[in-house]
């Protein structure tokens, strides 16, 4: 029996039910433009350039974003340069009370927070609240807990600060990889210049009001915003000491290239094309669960996203069939909706490459099973989530990776199998295991090249876990000690 007003409606007679509509109530403030966050001040860009960002759910403009130019960058790292003695020099325990602030504050603005990042970014609301926020606090949180520890996180060793790092990062998880990057690097006592990627700044210039009224000293973080262009300014910069990059392999190399004659150094979080395998003694509603978010999750725009999935022959049909009727539940739709699973996609370019390989896949002879055949919204860059079988390991769709919904299914015989399909790729991120035999678990996980192997579940973070990968996933490690191990010389 269903109340009244408890959120599900019935449509045709009682048979057919759907949810009501349970949009966010918080309104978030939104200035008309954004100067650049630059030595403890918003600023307007030398450049006297702006962009605009959207909402991809609508496309509508929702603030114009200041665009640094090369003498922006300049007054950057000349603020985070002379920031970083003094926040290197503060009692640790101090710096640590710095980071404790900041996530304590971070968690006061929660709501808030994921409002703007669900609407800059597209991504559902219950991700961004449930999921993005209370990792970005615990990052902050784990990190002030290292502060005052490091000669004890490196025993023997006198750790010291790198001096100004400069940061890149990716629209798929905008505040948490800000909170990944900037963590450890404040714990260990570098300044930063960090760069939110073009399409989502809103968040990261909403956490610079936080440093401001946590009186984070200036200059200890600088938030220049911008395009690929500005990125390359500070890759190039000279007083930098440290690049971490999270993004594209594409770039990813271009970067590597340009630190290859300096003394910089460099950490580089790249693409993926992560495999799930399910074995046929796999307890199935568990390993349906973990297949379906290599689907839906943030729509796919996951560097570990598991979008290859690999079945064991014996209940590929079943798997299939499970799959099929999953896929039809999800909901897509209004990202502010608390009801959403899958939001839109971040932008239009992403939206075209998306298409790009779901055509691919057709055009090579894979059969694609689709969410549903509802019309799409009129406005804003949509995708139904589906997967494709009939997939041959040699198709575009099993081997580059999409960043959308769509998962690859595949099938083998043997483990002896499993692991060279799932070794097959220039990737080597994440991959799932899912099996009821720990000592296949732990066989599957010594050979599968991959920087992170969840058994019988994914997607699982936790900022004392190291996060990296192998190949052309790029190279050293974020979260845990190792993590810390980034941002000093020892
Ligand atoms: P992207 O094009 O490589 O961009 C990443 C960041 O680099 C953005 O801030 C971008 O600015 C900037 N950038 C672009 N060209 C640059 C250049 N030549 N020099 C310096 N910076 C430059 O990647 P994306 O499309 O935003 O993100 C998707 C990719 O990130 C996927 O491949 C995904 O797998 C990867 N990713 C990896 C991880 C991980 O932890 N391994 C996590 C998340 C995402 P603009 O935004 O202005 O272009
Ligand atoms: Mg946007």
Redesign the pocket.
């Known amino acids: 029996m269903i109340e009244e007003n408890s959120g599900l409606h019935a449509e045709a007679a009682g048979t057919e039910w759907s949810y009501a509509p349970a949009p966010e109530s918080l309104k978030v403030e939104i200035a008309e433009k954004y100067g650049l966050f630059i030595n403890g001040r918003f600023v307007a860009p030398k450049s006297h350039k702006y962009f605009p960002t959207i909402n991809p759910a609508s496309e509508e403009t929702l603030s114009q974003i200041a665009e640094a130019g090369g003498r922006d960058v300049e007054a950057a790292v000349a603020a985070a340069k002379a920031a970083q003695p003094a926040w290197a020099r503060l009692k640790p325990t101090e710096r640590a009370k710095f980071l404790f602030r900041i996530a304590r504050r971070i968690q006061e603005r929660t709501n808030e927070l994921a409002v703007l990042e669900t609407m800059d970014n597209g991504k559902p609301i219950a991700e961004s609240r449930n999921v993005d926020l209370p990792l970005v606090a615990q990052h902050f949180f784990y990190h002030a807990g290292w502060c005052d520890k490091l000669k004890y996180a490196f025993p023997g060793r006198d750790p010291k600060p790198l001096g100004v790092c400069g940061q ?6 905008p505040l948490l ?1 800000m909170a990944w990057k900037l963590a450890p690097a404040l714990a260990c006592g570098n300044t930063c210049v960090i ?5 989502t700044s809103l968040t990261a210039l909403r956490l610079a009001e936080i440093f401001r009224e946590i009186d984070l000293p200036p200059g200890v973080v600088n938030i220049v915003t ?7 300014m ?2 190039r910069h000279k007083a930098v000491n440290k690049i971490a ?8 190399k ?2 590597a290239a ?1 630190c290859a004659d300096t003394d910089k150094r460099l950490t580089l ?4 094309k992560s495999p799930h395998i399910i074995f046929e003694n796999a307890a199935l509603d568990q390993a349906i669960e973990g297949a379906i978010t290599g689907i839906y999750f943030n729509q796919g ?4 996203a598991g979008s290859r999935l690999l079945v064991q022959e014996s209940i590929l049909d079943e798997v299939v069939s499970r799959l099929r009727e999953r896929i039809k539940s999800l909901r897509m739709g209004d990202p502010l909706d608390k009801n959403t699973d899958v939001g839109a996609i971040n932008s239009a370019e ?1 939206l075209a490459t998306v298409r790009y390989y779901i055509e691919s896949g057709l055009e090579e002879g894979a059969s694609i099973i689709n969410s549903s055949d509802e019309p799409l919204p009129e406005r804003g860059y949509w995708c139904r989530p589906c997967f494709f079988t009939d997939v041959q390991p040699s198709q575009l769709i099993a081997r580059e ?1 999409i ?1 959308g919904p769509v998962l690859a299914v595949m099938s083998f015989r043997t483990p002896e199998e499993a692991i060279s399909k799932a070794n097959n790729t220039p990737y080597g ?1 994440a991959a799932g295991i899912w099996t009821d035999k720990g000592s296949k678990m732990f066989e599957m996980a010594k050979r599968l090249k991959a920087g992170v192997v969840w058994c019988n579940g994914y997607n699982l973070f936790d900022p004392a876990s190291p ?3 192998y190949k052309e ?2 190279f050293g490690r ?1 979260g845990g000690l190792q993590g810390l191990s980034a941002y000093v010389r020892m």
């Open positions: 890149i990062i990716p629209w798929n998880f990889m760069k939110p990627a073009e399409t911008g395009a690929g262009a500005t990125g390359q500070i890759v990059f999270t993004g594209s392999t594409e770039v990813g271009q970067i340009a979080e790249l693409g993926g725009h996951v560097c570990c992403q990776e960043f991120l996060f990296g990968g996933s790029g974020e």
